[in-house]
Nanobody
Framework: QVQLVESGGGLVQPGGSLSLSCAAS????????MRWYRQAPGKERELVAM???????EYADSVKGRFTISRINAMNTVYLQMNSLQSEDTAVYYC??????????????WGQGSQVTVSS
């Protein structure tokens, strides 16, 4: 099994910064992709940022230039640095990691969610 534990988030004023981290542990053989999603009240879950095993990254248009996804390979940890936060960024953020377990079975794991609130 693979487990994800998120940390970070909280309350920040508009224009401020926050960072989220997501640590993957368990029977991990290979990680193919790491993603951050968010879900605001009354809205569908949306993809915010993704990073492939090769290091390529993609971002939602709404966060380009403000958010950065990164990974520390040795620790199987993915980060989301969020700058210039706006009220529209208020949501629960979820990390998602996909890959292969040591028994070569595919895994698709989700973090528990982290609340990010942007408010003055």
């Amino acid at each position: 099994q693979v487990q994800l534990v998120e940390s970070g988030g909280g309350l920040v004023q508009p224009g401020g910064s926050l960072s989220l981290s997501c640590a993957a542990s368990g029977n991990i053989f290979m990680i193919n992709g790491m993603r951050w999603y968010r879900q605001a009240p009354g809205k569908e879950r949306e993809l915010v940022a993704m990073r492939t095993s090769g290091g390529s990254t993609e971002y939602a248009d709404s966060v380009k230039g403000r958010f950065t996804i990164s990974r520390i390979n040795a620790m199987n940890t993915v980060y989301l640095q969020m700058n210039s936060l706006q009220s529209e960024d208020t949501a629960v953020y979820y990390c998602n990691v996909v890959g292969y377990q040591t028994n070569r079975e595919v895994f698709d794991a989700w973090g528990q969610g982290s609340q990010v609130t942007v408010s003055s």
